[in-house]
């Protein structure tokens, strides 16, 4: 466990002092979403959040909450995420080894933070990255992770001159499920490339952008993909975005080939375990 004391939150230092013994931990995680409904605890389901709460609160023997740097849908993957929660009295035992030890092997935790004031794991996080991976061959060990896309008839070409478009836009109402539920629809895209192995077989897009919007991601390489298989041109596709209105079918990729792999925030920035570059590389 280390404590992080590079940043102290002054508007929360009196709520703070009023919570006595109370402190606030940050925890780096990473997760397999294949065989979970999302992330949020949510009735009637299973989901990651979930089975992390019912760990940790039969480990400390208290009621535990937790807080994540954000919702993932079903089958959704996680190489990095990050999560807070509330904690009375500090435990005297190595809490990661015990929380590794029960939970199952596809929710790993690789760090506990301490943290000053009330830092808020997702709220505060200035920077997420994403990745989809897709493969062209059936692989029941690529299956939970990427999706199965026949790559060999797609004009790679095509789709990364789209890629290329996305950070000169920032307002994505046109590439999400309910637009209308946002506050705004503003994305700021830092950054956003596609790469493909030697044999076209394995495929990752990767974008990074201060926020995104629900379905984004996978609305958009839905439409990556009918641009590689030229049902969408790549000047549709850029008026899609200038025009900011809803396409009268909006579909999705995938789940399981999506993956949260980077959130950094103002007061940590921390590099992710596992590295997607070698998925191109075998």
Same mark, same amino acid.
């Not at 065989?35 to 989901?47: E, N, T, V």
């Not at 994305?187 to 192995?197: F, H, I, P, Q, Y």
């Not at 049902?231 to 999705?252: C, H, N």
């Given at each position: 466990?280390?404590?992080?004391?590079?940043?102290?939150?002054?508007?929360? %230092? +009196?709520?703070?002092?009023?919570? =006595?013994?109370?402190?606030?931990?940050?925890?780096?995680?990473?997760? *397999?979403?294949?065989?979970?409904?999302?992330? +949020?605890?949510?009735?009637?389901?299973?989901?990651?959040?979930?089975?992390?709460?019912?760990?940790?609160? &039969?480990?400390?023997?208290?009621? %535990?909450?937790?807080?994540?740097?954000?919702?993932?849908?079903?089958?959704?993957?996680?190489?990095?995420?990050?999560? =807070?929660?509330?904690?009375?009295?500090?435990?005297?035992?190595?809490?990661?080894?015990?929380?590794?030890?029960?939970?199952?092997?596809?929710?790993?935790?690789?760090?506990?933070?301490?943290?000053?004031?009330?830092?808020?794991?997702?709220?505060?996080?200035?920077?997420?990255?994403?990745?989809?991976?897709?493969?062209?061959?059936?692989?029941?060990?690529?299956?939970?992770?990427?999706?199965?896309?026949?790559?060999?008839?797609? /004009?790679?070409?095509?789709? +990364?001159?789209?890629? &290329?478009?996305?950070?000169?836009? *920032?307002?994505?109402?046109?590439?999400?499920?309910?637009? *209308?539920?946002?506050?705004?629809?503003?994305?700021?895209?830092?950054?956003?490339?596609?790469?493909?192995?030697?044999?076209?077989?394995?495929?990752? #897009? =990767?974008?990074?952008? *201060?926020? #995104?919007?629900?379905?984004?991601?996978?609305?958009?390489?839905?439409?990556?993909?009918?641009?590689?298989?030229?049902?969408?041109?790549?000047?549709? #596709?850029?008026?899609?975005? &200038? /025009?900011?209105?809803?396409?009268?079918?909006?579909?999705? &990729?995938?789940?399981?080939?999506? =993956?949260?792999?980077?959130?950094?925030?103002?007061?940590?920035?921390?590099?992710?375990?596992?590295?997607?570059?070698?998925?191109?590389?075998?």
């Amino acid at each position: 466990m280390f404590e992080w004391e590079s940043y102290i939150c002054k508007k929360c %230092i +009196q709520s703070t002092r009023s919570i =006595h013994k109370t402190l606030r931990y940050f925890l780096h995680i990473g997760f *397999n979403g294949f065989q979970y409904r999302g992330w +949020q605890r949510l009735p009637g389901i299973i989901s990651v959040q979930q089975v992390i709460e019912e760990a940790l609160t &039969a480990i400390l023997k208290q009621p %535990i909450e937790i807080v994540g740097c954000g919702r993932t849908d079903a089958q959704v993957n996680a190489s990095q995420y990050f999560f =807070h929660m509330d904690v009375a009295d500090p435990w005297d035992f190595d809490l990661m080894y015990r929380l590794n030890k029960r939970l199952p092997p596809d929710i790993s935790i690789y760090d506990i933070f301490t943290m000053h004031g009330l830092p808020h794991a997702r709220f505060d996080a200035i920077s997420r990255s994403y990745d989809y991976l897709m493969h062209s061959y059936k692989d029941p060990y690529l299956h939970p992770i990427s999706s199965l896309y026949n790559l060999a008839e797609l /004009d790679v070409d095509l789709m +990364q001159q789209a890629v &290329a478009i996305l950070p000169r836009y *920032n307002d994505y109402y046109a590439l999400c499920k309910k637009p *209308n539920k946002n506050d705004h629809t503003i994305c700021n895209v830092s950054e956003a490339w596609l790469l493909t192995d030697d044999k076209r077989e394995r495929m990752q #897009f =990767h974008i990074s952008s *201060n926020r #995104f919007l629900g379905g984004m991601i996978r609305i958009i390489v839905h439409k990556l993909l009918e641009i590689g298989q030229k049902k969408l041109t790549v000047e549709a #596709f850029e008026t899609i975005l &200038a /025009d900011k209105k809803t396409p009268s079918s909006i579909k999705s &990729a995938l789940p399981q080939g999506l =993956h949260l792999s980077k959130v950094t925030y103002p007061y940590l920035d921390i590099p992710t375990r596992s590295q997607f570059m070698t998925f191109l590389e075998k």
